[in-house]
């Protein structure tokens, strides 16, 4: 299958800094990127869809100056998180869809953790 | 809104029991319909996938689903369970109108040896 490539792996900062996580695809176009959160025991929450040349488009309730996404090329997408604060500790995810409703292959996930 | 629900949150089995874990999804346009399996310490990787056309279809490692469109189901069914299944199993749609992918709480399967 298709190989999504997300760095860093983990990541521990200090409260009040911003971090950056990159996603890419790397043996494919990716047209569609999600960015998704996962806490202990849940699901995926959807934090944004991404689309290559146009703005992410952000879930009610996620503050879109807070988790900046960027899908500059069709083989990246980042998010930013600004200003970290301990509540955004947690594991996020990406994904790439080569075009849209396709099949979504996963980066292996960030752990983030502010302290 | 668009939903997806398992009824399934905590699935124990013996080694060789049949297996089917249930997926609702509240949307009434066009869907793609996915499930994906998320090993321990690894990321998730696609177990199978329905976009049209029979909707009984075939994954990797013996698993099957079928796509019951009267009822917005799309259950994940296997025959004979090993205990190298045991994993998370996330049901998950795509809408056309929206361009989202959203997944279901999980399902947790412990298979025993």
């Known amino acids: 299958g298709a190989v999504v490539s997300q760095h860093p792996s983990w990541v521990i900062c200090k409260s009040g800094t911003s971090v950056k996580i990159e996603c890419r695809s790397l043996?494919?176009?990716?047209?569609?990127m999600f960015w998704y959160r996962q806490f202990p025991k849940q699901s995926l929450m959807l934090m944004a869809t991404?689309?290559?040349?146009?703005?992410?488009?952000?879930e009610q309730g996620v503050e879109k100056d807070k988790f900046l996404i960027n899908h500059a090329s069709l083989t990246l997408s980042t998010l930013t998180v600004t200003s970290a604060h301990p509540e955004d500790s947690s594991f996020y995810i990406c994904?790439?869809?080569?075009?849209?409703?396709?099949?979504?292959?996963f980066g292996q996930g960030t752990r983030l953790t502010v302290v | 809104a668009q939903s997806v629900s398992q009824h399934n949150h905590h699935v124990i089995l013996s080694e060789a029991a049949s297996l089917e874990l249930g997926c609702n999804y509240s949307?009434?346009?066009?869907?793609?319909l996915f499930w994906y399996v998320q090993y321990p310490g690894q990321h998730l990787q696609l177990l199978l996938k329905y976009f049209s056309g029979d909707p009984l279809v075939k994954g990797i490692k013996g698993f099957e689903a079928e796509f019951i469109k009267s009822k917005f189901s799309f259950n994940l069914r296997k025959p004979s369970v090993q205990w190298s299944d045991t994993a998370e199993y996330f049901c998950?749609?795509?809408?056309?109108?929206?361009?989202?992918?959203?997944f279901g709480q999980g399902t947790t399967l412990q298979v025993k040896p």
């Open positions: 949307y009434g346009g066009t869907v793609n």
């Open positions: 043996d494919f176009q990716a047209t569609t």
């Open positions: 998950a749609v795509y809408s056309g109108n929206t361009g989202k992918l959203i």
């Open positions: 991404s689309n290559e040349g146009s703005k992410a488009t952000y």
């Open positions: 994904s790439a869809s080569q075009y849209r409703g396709t099949e979504a292959f």
